[in-house]
């Protein structure tokens, strides 16, 4: 039987962390939060409402922040375009699902096993490698193009669909979260199960993976936007079309539209604006309540 019991205070019933009811004592936090939530909202207000836009809204002095008179010519332009592609559309975009999922599995698991052997083994250099990955923290992409260049093509990754896939397990900031994680796990929890004859890959499986949920959901968002988004390893690493991503040909599409019509690229650059950043909304929704719900059970137990 659990020691928590549900609470009543002024008709409320609370179970967990949310209250089931309502009471005039959360006003103050509508009156706080409420606005702060609108103004968190206006980008992608904003994303949405300029795909729908025609060319004289598009192009309006002074600009409109949302659109007066909705039209689909943007889509419509942005399909054409696509079917007239000497490579179909629907390649760049399989490219894209399978990197993005390999790439998401692989991080998790490279960031975890690591974490868990900086948390919970004892060797030698432990934590000189794990202040490397802090430091690591420190670069931005952009400042290790050219190492990262040299490094894929000695090994020759050139032109192959792991490509895309390896560079991106190196990922410190998920290393850095899931290992603090695992460090609030108590060192009792893992010396029982020893004693029970319990091995790493079953206390890995049985026991870690279950407590660093909140942890992996919020890898699984970071790497999917960072994946998806990502035009930059087609544009530097690959020469073969058919290995290519969705948003490579996106960028390319409304960049080489938008020199031969500016008009039309602005138009055709919105509407993929929106097709691009409708996965990572869905994803980061489902995630994300998903996030919330573990750590609100785990912050009962």
Do not use: C
């Amino acid at each position: 039987m659990s020691i928590f019991k549900p609470k009543r205070h002024s008709g409320i019933h609370y179970s967990g962390i949310n209250p089931k009811g309502y009471h005039p004592s959360q006003l103050k936090f509508y009156v706080i939060l409420l606005p702060l939530v609108l103004f968190m909202l206006l980008p992608m207000a904003f994303i949405f409402s300029h795909a729908f836009k025609p060319p004289d809204e598009l192009f309006a002095y002074p600009p409109r922040f949302f659109v007066i008179n909705p039209t689909f010519k943007n889509f419509i332009d942005l399909f054409s375009k696509m079917s007239s592609s000497g490579v179909p559309v629907s390649r760049y975009l399989f490219n894209s699902i399978i990197i993005t999922g390999v790439t998401i599995a692989a991080s998790i698991l490279v960031s975890s096993t690591a974490a868990y052997a900086l948390s919970k083994k004892r060797f030698k250099l432990k934590k000189t490698l794990f202040a490397i990955n802090t430091v690591a923290l420190m670069f931005v992409p952009i400042a290790v193009t050219i190492p990262r260049f040299l490094i894929i093509e000695q090994i020759g990754l050139m032109d192959t669909f792991w490509v895309h896939v390896l560079p991106a397990l190196a990922m410190p900031v998920g290393l850095f979260l899931i290992k603090q994680f695992i460090d609030g796990i108590p060192d009792e929890i893992i010396e029982a199960a020893r004693i029970d004859g319990a091995n790493d890959l079953y206390i890995y499986f049985q026991i870690i993976l279950p407590m660093i949920k909140p942890a992996i959901a919020t890898i699984a968002i970071l790497t999917f936007q960072a994946t998806w988004n990502n035009a930059d390893t087609s544009s530097l690493f690959i020469n073969d079309e058919s290995l290519k991503t969705f948003a490579f040909y996106l960028t390319t599409l409304t960049s080489t539209t938008a020199g031969a019509n500016a008009v039309a690229g602005q138009g055709i650059a919105a509407a993929a604006s929106l097709i691009t950043f409708l996965p990572n909304l869905i994803i980061f929704i489902f995630l994300q309540s998903q996030v919330m719900s573990t750590m609100s059970h785990s912050g009962l137990k």
